[in-house]
């Protein structure tokens, strides 16, 4: 049936959003567009990423983000490229970025979609040669068309989202996304400049044997989370940390297995961000039967209050999720 079309591997992007549409009867094509936007920035950042220590614009830019890190150039012109295509496309009248302090409001009330995004995450890796990535979510403006925006349509919970992705500039560059109707991945073709479908349709494996933290904080672990890493380490897991999120969540989604940064010492609530990084993650690990928890509630019902907010993140395998609940929730046994 021609619904194989869409999940023939090598189709392109373009081809899979336009067939996609036709799914949906009422889909209007704005949220195609939108991707279709998403993805040519992802084109134009992987350009810049591959040249980085040729073009010698590799190196620490001097200022710092709202994150108070060492802005690394590459930050910058990722967050340019996409913030540009969102305002040249037309349809977004709100972008959330890690790299700005406040909402940029496109002034453009028509625009009915809002964009959370993390334009390059894990830019610390970026003069080391690691794979790093973009992360984004999409919203549906909850005021009305037309009139300005307003803290209610940026400040949204996670299950509100329409659309996630992010973009791996990694031995390849992939681009997974999902609009609710599952995950697909699609990988770069540099000489032709297309995205093609590479993995159709892909699902979490409900358990495996890869464990991703950073042992070098297990100080901060709190009883329950070392008592888990003591179990993985008694079940002979694989610790896999490449300290690149988009990484680390890529290879445990295909392979199976976990990802935790919990709260510690240093950050209280967890080192990454609930609007523009475990959101988006988090929408794509539940389409993919995986799960995505703070340590008390399903990140996709977490109310934001403040747009910079962390989060600790436990997300992978559904099995693998629960059982480190299991042992974060448990009240030390030994008083
Ligand atoms: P740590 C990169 O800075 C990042 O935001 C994520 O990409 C990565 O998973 C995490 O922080 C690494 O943090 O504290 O282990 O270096």
Not at 152 to 167: K, S
Not at 214 to 233: D, P, R
Not at 304 to 317: A, D, E, M, V
Request: hydrophobic share 35%.
């Amino acid at each position: 049936n021609d619904n194989s079309l869409a999940y023939s591997v090598g189709v392109t992007l373009d081809r899979f959003i336009k067939k996609k549409q036709d799914d949906f009867p009422f889909a209007s094509g704005e949220l195609s567009q939108l991707l279709r936007d998403i993805a040519l920035a992802a084109k134009i950042v992987n350009r810049e990423t591959n040249r980085a220590g040729l073009a010698n614009i590799g190196g620490a830019f001097g200022q710092t983000n709202v994150q108070g890190e060492e802005q690394q150039k590459l930050d910058v012109i990722a967050n340019i490229r996409f913030t540009r295509a969102l305002t040249k496309g037309g349809e977004v009248c709100a972008i959330v970025s890690e790299e700005d302090d406040e909402v940029i409001d496109l002034q453009n009330n028509s625009g009915k979609y809002v964009v959370a995004i993390d334009p390059l995450d894990g830019s610390s890796n970026i003069d080391v040669n690691i794979s790093i990535g973009t992360i984004f979510s999409i919203y549906r403006r909850v005021t009305p068309v037309g009139s300005p925006i307003q803290l209610d349509d940026i400040m949204q919970p996670g299950r509100q989202q329409v659309a996630a992705g992010y973009v791996l500039y990694g031995s390849s560059t992939m681009l997974v996304y999902t609009t609710g109707c599952g995950v697909n991945g699609f990988t770069y073709e540099q000489s032709l400049g297309e995205f093609f479908l590479s993995h159709p349709d892909m699902k979490a494996p409900s358990s495996g044997n890869i464990y991703s933290i950073n042992e070098g904080i297990s100080n901060s672990f709190s009883e329950g989370l070392a008592k888990y890493i003591a179990h993985c380490k008694s079940k002979n897991y694989s610790a896999r940390y490449i300290g690149s999120l988009v990484a680390d969540f890529h290879r445990n989604l295909l392979k199976g297995g976990i990802y935790i940064y919990p709260e510690t010492k240093k950050n209280p609530s967890g080192k990454l961000r609930l609007l523009y990084e475990a959101n988006a993650l988090a929408y794509i690990a539940e389409q993919a039967g995986a799960e995505a928890n703070d340590g008390v509630q399903r990140i996709l019902d977490i109310q934001p209050t403040s747009l910079h907010q962390r989060t600790p993140l436990y997300i992978g395998s559904k099995v693998m999720v629960n059982e480190a609940l299991e042992f974060i929730s448990k009240k030390s046994i030994i008083h």
